[in-house]
């Protein structure tokens, strides 16, 4: 497949504006050869309106077409082959063998979706059937689901530029929902972005759907994902990225004439508490874990363990002693591009500056890289500085973590107390640990989606059981999730149908439930078919 | 009961402010005798801070508790007799047979809610178990519930004194999901707010409760309600009342530092569509109906019916003429204080001033009426005159509609095209209308969050199929209801538990499911237990 660098607005590619740029590759510096055009406000616009024109159409496809398509694209990236994950290492410097198992992943919750929509029950049916007889006033029928809400614009992240991307969760979610989306490529990897527009629009065809039901636009400027969000046709974002940018954007959602659904997932500093029992039970086991979980992907996870508290002792010196030596053993890496890598090593520079914090790395972490290429580091604080300075409780992105050496549980109790919302929170705990400190796990639940006991907080799964979510600022809206089936509720609405005639129902919502799905039938859950109400 | 006029913080009463306001008679204009305390910004910030302190024991009470909690208020509300009745009767000159039937809703809300809290299922468990063999990575042990989000502040609304204020809906979705509340008492009617305040209070003390579970401010000026809101412990939000006052605060907790859920039902136009068959079949019960649903409760419903469109034909001028005949002859009534019946005369005539506008009444509906005192009315517009001017598409509240004369069956689409977000759409319509505008009907369910079909939008019942919401400015989120059991969804976050023991789980993840609730394990909804899986 030649890139062609152009926009993509439907079925056509669209190059209206002169700017252009170009990928790069992270490891080298090395400029790639396609040049990619940046949108105009103008493509951006038309995206948004041609995605509103099919969204009439889309709305009301079966759910095995739906379903038919979100397939279609999964077997397309596999259809893809080397060429996508070649594409994809080039422009990210992830690893071919992890790009292949997110290519798994992508297609894997495609597929979810598309099993959902062809399903049906996502749609929370609910049935009361009429009461003639109630007093003092007859009750209606009345007939509930879940229906589209209109174009959704999607962010693509730099981190998983398959599974968080153009054809990520949040493309997949809202498509499953009966939504249009426009997509905008991250600007790290335009090309990868380009392939898997242009597989959505091979399969948007090749199952006869309206084209307008996904568009892609390239570009670096915020001005661009303004006027997305801001178009009045636009009915909800999808965004994972930074705090900066999912805020800016969240803003200019709230400010709109017509405010609209924003979930943005922004990432958070994951900690990791560590109780007495625990650490002293296997501190060296424990080093490995975190060493793994701290540098996997380079540290560019979202639920990367930024921080570590545990009591001093002399099982945290092991532990950090073992820790540093594991991650300076990490090889040197690239990451997915010079800007990220240049915020990183600033942001440890500037953290390993503040008094009373010590670098553990046997190699200055701050030194041993240029470029887009950076090593991991283990950076330790006591209770007082961590509190005392707020840099340290920001995410850093990249392979770095920070220890602080509690003076005692009050200090564990008092950094509980003092976090921001949390996408994770992993404690590890013996028994005793978690009866001794129950107030700590008390307070930590009101802080985190998810609690994780005696594992890492990298390796979000796709499972219906799964929260990736969590208070702000891990989300702009701690009620929804980004991964798994439940994503599919940001994009969907409940309509009531009030004494609606069988034959213009939803087949979701007719008496002989010709979907067989699950509804909720005067208060009770059944998948049988009502008695006749008209 | 005598009233105190104090601002209720939790088991205190509490009047540090200078500044006082009185209730009004709106039938007669004569002030009521208990000052009201208005609340300080600073008792504003001590009822959230309450409301966080109680916070930590409140949101671990067994469901069972909360449950007698909501069951407590019901019988207080019940046990007040007729002196609720008559104060709310004297502050809003609602009809006292409307407000017993208010009343028994309200009741009905709060042990419907009880029985949601203790049947427990609402938290939506949903438990994908371990599978330690699967490859590449074994999978985890992930359990997902919903949780409370702490303190949450409700505005009570002027049009229903019990049912959408201190003790309403919000509230007891609220309280039945473990959040603490702080009420901000709608000032039209302080005493009715005051006399529910204090039921609360009781049944608080009654099941011993933490105090700061509930507290109540009065007040009048903007910037209190502004401080409950921007306070940094308040979590949620529930609104209900004017698009203007809902709209600046939901600016405000989109403006946080940390922005919170914020729902707000800010009413909207509730557009009648009369197809042509329906109209011919009975045109004069379709007049009796509507006149019925707009002088309902002085027109003072979220859910009146402001518009009514139809093609012109003599069958329309019948309707028209039985319409304007019928509301005419409704009793003049005092609206629910001062203000609201100024701007509904005022409405009415700028209204009737347009060019186009007539009004069909015999009796000048804008002259026939002084203070808080009103009529009904009837205007009627033809088509383009309706698209000309952006007045006539906007919520008029109190007893007045809009009919628009359509000259096509294109007019009716227009109509539909350029409606904003609704509660409620209404249809009338025979099996061959529904056939012939099948494309009107499509473009309509975009616009509400209610499709009725042959009857009026008036009368929201509290059942588990009813979605009182809808897209902006119906509410500020189309994705949730502020009545019926989902109600409870705005004021509830996920949390995954992942690989936790077993006994350190909430009971509703458990594996021997010991709350006996309705739970999704691996896929399948069961309430059986779960194999033992530590």
New interface residues.
């Given amino acids: 497949m030649e890139l062609h660098g152009c926009n993509i607005l439907g079925a056509q590619v669209s190059k209206s504006g002169a700017a252009t740029f170009r990928a790069y590759d992270p490891a080298s510096g090395r400029e790639l050869d396609t040049s990619f055009h940046e949108a105009t406000e103008g493509e951006a616009a038309k995206a948004v309106e041609m995605a509103d024109a099919a969204y009439?159409s889309y709305r009301?496809q079966p759910p095995e077409r739906i379903a038919n398509l979100l397939d279609q694209i999964a077997s397309g990236l596999e259809g893809a082959g080397d060429e996508l994950i070649a594409r994809a290492h080039l422009e990210t410097r992830l690893p071919e063998a992890r790009l292949i198992?997110e290519r798994a992943r992508t297609t894997g919750q495609l597929r979810m979706f598309a099993a959902l929509a062809r399903e049906g029950s996502w749609v929370d049916a609910?049935?009361?059937l009429a009461d003639p007889a109630r007093m003092?006033?007859p009750?209606?029928d009345?007939?509930?689901m879940l229906?589209s809400?209109?174009p959704v614009v999607v962010f693509g992240a730099s981190n998983f530029p398959l599974a968080f991307s153009i054809c990520g969760g949040d493309t997949a979610s809202a498509l499953a929902a009966g939504n249009p989306v426009v997509a905008k490529a991250h600007p790290a990897h335009p090309g990868t972005s380009e392939i898997a527009a242009r597989i959505i629009g091979e399969a948007i065809r090749k199952t006869a759907m309206p084209p307008g039901v996904f568009s892609m636009v390239q570009g670096r400027r915020p001005e661009l994902s303004l006027a997305l969000v801001r178009h009045p046709a636009t009915r909800a974002v999808g965004f994972t990225g930074s705090l900066q940018a999912g805020r800016a954007l969240?803003?200019a959602a709230?400010?709109r004439p017509?405010?609209?659904?924003f979930f943005a997932e922004m990432g958070s500093l994951n900690p990791v508490f560590i109780l007495p029992g625990a650490l002293k039970a296997h501190p060296a086991e424990l080093a490995q874990k975190l060493a793994g979980s701290v540098t996997l992907g380079l540290g560019q996870m979202c639920t990367k363990p930024g921080q570590i508290a545990a009591i001093k002792s002399l099982e945290l010196d092991l532990l950090v002693e073992k820790l540093a030596a594991l991650t300076s053993s990490t090889p040197l890496g690239a990451m997915l591009y010079s800007g990220i890598a240049v915020r990183y090593r600033d942001g440890l520079l500037q953290r390993s500056r503040v008094a009373g914090v010590r670098l553990a790395n046997p190699v200055n972490a701050t030194e041993a890289s240029d470029g887009a290429t950076v090593s991991a580091a283990v950076l330790v604080s006591d209770a007082p500085t961590f509190f005392k300075d707020s840099t340290l409780s920001q995410e850093l992105f990249g392979p770095a973590t920070l220890v602080t050496e509690c003076g005692s549980s009050e200090h564990l109790e008092e950094i509980a107390r003092r976090l921001?919302?949390q996408l994770t929170v992993t404690i590890h705990a013996t028994?005793e640990d978690?009866r001794e400190y129950a107030s700590l796990?008390?307070v930590l639940?009101?802080k985190?989606?998810?609690?994780?006991?005696?594992?890492v907080p990298t390796?979000v799964?796709v499972?219906?059981?799964?929260?990736h979510?969590g208070?702000?600022?891990a989300t702009?809206?701690?009620?929804f999730?980004s991964v798994g089936p439940?994503a599919i509720?940001r994009f969907?609405?409940?309509?009531?149908?009030?004494?609606?005639?069988q034959?213009?129902l939803p087949p979701e919502l007719k008496d002989e439930n010709p979907r067989n799905i699950?509804r909720?039938v005067n208060?009770e859950?059944t998948r049988a078919a009502v008695r006749a109400s008209f």
Avoid at 476 to 479: G, L
């Fill in positions: 009439a009301v198992y609910r049935i009361d003092p006033i009750q209606p009345l007939r509930k229906v809400l209109g969240f803003d709230a400010a017509i405010p609209i659904p921001e919302g028994e978690l796990i008390s639940r009101e985190a989606g998810r609690m994780i006991f005696g594992g390796g799964e499972k219906p059981a799964m929260h979510g208070p702000y600022p702009t809206d701690p009620r999730t439940a509720l969907a609405r409940p309509v009531c149908y009030q004494d609606c005639p034959q213009w699950f909720l208060g859950w």
